[in-house]
Antibody, heavy 116, light 107 residues
C-alpha cells in the first residue's frame, strides 16, 4: 500500500526556517517525481514545487510565491522527501502536503504556523 | 504562468441537482487538466484526469469535458457525499496551478 507520512510542522516566527519531511513507503520512491502542495486557512490549494527523479537529474520547479526561499530535497536511500523553508512569512501559514500528483498519492499533511 | 479561473466559487444546491463547474485557462493547456475533490479534514482526491477520464472507483455521475482553455466538471445528480470543495489543476506547464476552488453547499 502506498503511504506518505508528512511531519515537521510547528509554530515558527516570521523570518525563521523549518524543514518538513515526508516518509514514503509501498512504492519505488526513487522512480517518482514528487510535489509539495499547501492549503492556507480559508484558502484553496496551492502547488509549491516539484523534484524530479534521479533519471531526470533531481531537477526542481517552484511556484513564484516560494522561489528563492523554499528548497525541495530528497534522499532516495531513505525514501524521504523534504521541504526546506527559509525566510518564512505569515502568509506561509498552511497545511503542507507531500504528494505524487501523477499517481494521486497524498500525505496527511503537516501544519505550519508562522507568527509575526 | 498559466492562470486558472474557476467558477462559481460557491454553489448552494440540493441533493439530486445537476451541477456544472467551469475552469478557464489563460492559455492553451490542451487536455492537461485534472479535477479534485476535497472534503473537510481529508486530503484531495483526483476525480478526473486529462480533462475527461474518470478515475477508477469514481461514480459515473461525475464527468469532465473540454480542451484548450475551457473545461467543465459536471455532477449529474448530487448525492449527500458530494458536498465538498472542487478544484481544477493544470499540468501542462510549470508552475502547476490550481483553480480557486468551488464549494458545494447544501441549500
Amino acid at each position: 500500500e502506498v503511504q506518505l507520512v508528512d511531519s515537521g510542522g510547528t509554530l515558527v516566527q516570521s523570518g525563521g526556517s523549518l524543514r518538513l519531511s515526508c516518509a514514503a513507503s509501498g512504492f519505488t520512491f526513487s522512480d517518482h517525481h514528487m510535489d509539495w502542495v499547501r492549503r492556507a486557512p480559508g484558502k484553496g490549494l496551492e502547488w509549491i514545487g516539484r523534484i524530479r527523479n534521479k533519471a531526470n537529474s533531481y531537477t526542481t520547479e517552484y511556484a513564484a510565491s516560494v522561489k528563492g526561499r523554499f528548497i525541495i530535497l530528497r534522499d532516495d536511500s531513505k525514501n524521504s522527501l523534504y521541504l526546506q523553508m527559509n525566510s518564512l512569512k505569515t502568509e506561509d501559514t498552511a497545511l503542507y502536503y507531500c504528494t505524487n500528483l501523477i499517481s494521486d498519492s497524498w500525505g496527511q499533511g503537516t501544519l505550519v504556523t508562522v507568527s509575526s | 504562468d498559466i492562470q486558472m479561473t474557476q467558477s462559481p466559487s460557491t454553489v448552494s444546491t440540493s441533493v439530486g441537482d445537476r451541477v456544472t463547474i467551469t475552469c478557464r485557462a489563460s492559455q492553451d493547456i490542451t487536455n492537461y487538466l485534472a479535477w479534485y475533490q476535497q472534503k473537510p479534514g481529508k486530503v484531495p482526491k483526483r476525480l478526473i484526469y486529462e480533462a475527461s477520464n474518470l478515475e477508477n472507483g469514481v461514480p459515473s455521475r461525475f464527468s469532465g469535458s473540454g480542451s484548450g482553455t475551457e473545461f467543465t466538471l459536471t455532477i449529474s445528480s448530487l448525492q449527500p457525499e458530494d458536498f465538498a470543495t472542487y478544484y481544477c489543476l493544470q499540468h501542462n506547464n510549470f508552475p502547476r496551478t490550481f483553480g480557486q476552488g468551488t464549494k458545494l453547499e447544501i441549500k
